[in-house]
């Protein structure tokens, strides 16, 4: 991790302009992460710019800008057909393939980049950088680029570590997915900085309507397999977001390890989120319908074909794959036996 931190340093002390992209739909994560390097850049007086997302919808994150701008803090969004690129670099967070950035026309224009990130690498991962880390063993983008504040010795402004621990909270799941002793320790260094728990947790909090929605499509779920759930939102157009909420609640439920969830999107599109608790490589699934992601939490976006289509194509590709098939039938085996004593 050091050499890469050394070598990212490198860079960007080579550079006079400083581009930071995460991906489309950004969260707390990638473009928390962003905001946060986009002002250590700024200590460092380089001129830097971060994408302008296209889609701001992330309540969460919302909540987040809007704090630090009440706060003084400019964030420098810049639109991708006013950066001209030549010259630049471009640091990519919280994403490593071409089709899900924020701008692939910019990784295009942009000859040198690097990425940070924390999901698998997939079929289409971007492969012309000049150094990455990327490590899906890690539960937040959040988590390596704190290892790089800590390496600077530097202090931001505290509402910046707010904002980070709550990047650190959303894709951890609260300290559920993929965390690790080094997970607290970073928790606790954006704690020490003085990340405000209160304010994260308002960040976080959502309308109550918006939870009784989705608990009345989790009551409508199916079990296609013993432990695996999925469920659809049937009756309206949503997010991706509202899809992959659905899917983290899911697991939170007794007798399923892993679910699905699908919806349709704005412009026909249909969403879908997978998550694990392990015993299933999600990822691996959702390459097949397309996307990808990490072994716990992936998901796909599928542009033809119905919402039933797409049910069919899950169910077939659990049966087909052998993994599921050893789990599920641990699984029956499990309850087979529960029956019995
Ligand atoms: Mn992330």
Do not use: W
């Not at 006079?16 to 390097?37: R, V, Y």
């Not at 492969?127 to 880390?133: F, K, L, N, Q, V």
């Not at 157009?237 to 609640?249: G, M, R």
Request: proline share 2%; hydrophobic share 40%; glycine share 6%.
């Amino acid at each position: 991790m050091v050499d890469f931190f050394n070598e990212l340093t490198e860079n960007i002390q080579k550079h006079n302009k400083i581009i930071l992209m995460t991906h489309g739909t950004p969260d707390l994560d990638g473009l928390g992460s962003a905001i946060a390097f986009s002002e250590f850049l700024r200590l460092m007086n380089k001129e830097c710019y971060i994408v302008a997302p296209k889609n701001l919808i992330n309540k969460g994150l919302n909540k987040a800008i809007n704090f630090l701008q009440m706060n003084g803090v400019t964030i420098p969004f810049k639109h991708e057909n006013s950066i001209d690129g030549t010259e630049d670099l471009l640091i990519i967070f919280d994403v490593n393939q071409n089709n899900f950035v924020e701008s692939p026309l910019l990784l295009e224009r942009i000859k040198d980049k690097i990425i940070i990130d924390h999901h698998s690498k997939g079929l289409n991962q971007v492969s012309d950088t000049i150094c990455e880390y990327v490590d899906d063993e890690k539960s937040s983008t959040v988590e390596i680029l704190g290892e790089y504040l800590k390496y600077l010795d530097i202090q931001l402004d505290s509402g910046f570590y707010t904002v980070l621990l709550a990047g650190l909270c959303i894709d951890s799941d609260d300290f559920n997915f993929k965390t690790t002793a080094e997970t607290f320790q970073m928790a606790s260094y954006l704690v020490q900085k003085g990340a405000d728990l209160r304010k994260k947790q308002e960040f976080l909090k959502e309308p109550i309507d918006v939870v009784f929605e989705r608990y009345n499509y989790i009551k409508n779920s199916i079990l296609i397999e013993e432990n695996i759930c999925l469920s659809v939102v049937n009756d309206r157009v949503c997010s991706s977001i509202t899809v992959a909420k659905l899917a983290d609640e899911m697991l939170k439920f007794e007798n399923v390890d892993v679910s699905f969830a699908l919806g349709i999107g704005k412009n026909g599109e249909i969403f879908v989120s997978a998550r694990s608790l392990g015993d299933v490589d999600v990822s691996k699934l959702m390459v097949k319908l397309g996307g990808g992601g990490r072994p716990s939490s992936a998901a796909a976006r599928i542009y033809d074909g119905s919402v039933n289509d797409v049910i069919e194509s899950i169910k077939t590709i659990v049966k087909e794959d052998e993994e599921c098939v050893s789990y599920c039938l641990r699984m029956s085996k499990n309850k087979a036996r529960k029956t019995t004593l």
